[in-house]
C-alpha cells in the first residue's frame, strides 16, 4: 500500500444524533409561567410544603388547647388555684392560650417564607 503525497486530509467523526434537535436550556420559572406538567409538579410541591406547615400547626394547636378542657376535667382542684386573684382556668384560657397563638403565628409566618425563599432559590437555579 502506497501512501499518497503531502499531508492527509482530516477525517471529522461525529454522532449520527448531530442532527437531531438540541434540548434548549429551559428554567424552571419558564416551566411554571407556561404551565407544563413539570411547572404544575413545583407549584403543586410548593402547595403541599405549605399545607403540610399548616396542618402541623394547626395539629399543635388544636391539641395543646384541646387538652385543657381534658386537664380541667382530670384535676377538677385546678379550679380552685388562684393566680394573682385570677382563677388558673381563666389565666389558662386566656394569657396562655394567645401567647401560644400568638408563638405559633409567628413561627408559621417565619416558616412561610422560608419555604417560599426556597422555592424562589430553585427558580433562580442557586
Not at 19 to 39: M, N, P
Not at 78 to 95: E, M, N, R
Amino acid at each position: 500500500m502506497t501512501l499518497p503525497d503531502g499531508p492527509r486530509a482530516r477525517v471529522r467523526i461525529t454522532s449520527p444524533r448531530t442532527s437531531a434537535a438540541r434540548t434548549r436550556d429551559v428554567s424552571i420559572a419558564s416551566e411554571i409561567d407556561e404551565q407544563t406538567r413539570l411547572g404544575e409538579v413545583y407549584i403543586s410541591s410548593l402547595m403541599r410544603s405549605q399545607l403540610r406547615l399548616a396542618l402541623g400547626v394547626l395539629l399543635v394547636l388544636a391539641a395543646t388547647l384541646g387538652a385543657l378542657p381534658l386537664l380541667f376535667r382530670a384535676v377538677p382542684g385546678i379550679a380552685d388555684v388562684d393566680v394573682l386573684g385570677v382563677p388558673l382556668p381563666w389565666v389558662l384560657l386566656t394569657v396562655v392560650a394567645f401567647a401560644e397563638i400568638i408563638a405559633l403565628g409567628w413561627f408559621y409566618v417565619r416558616r412561610s417564607e422560608r419555604n417560599e425563599d426556597d422555592f424562589s432559590d430553585l427558580l433562580e437555579g442557586r
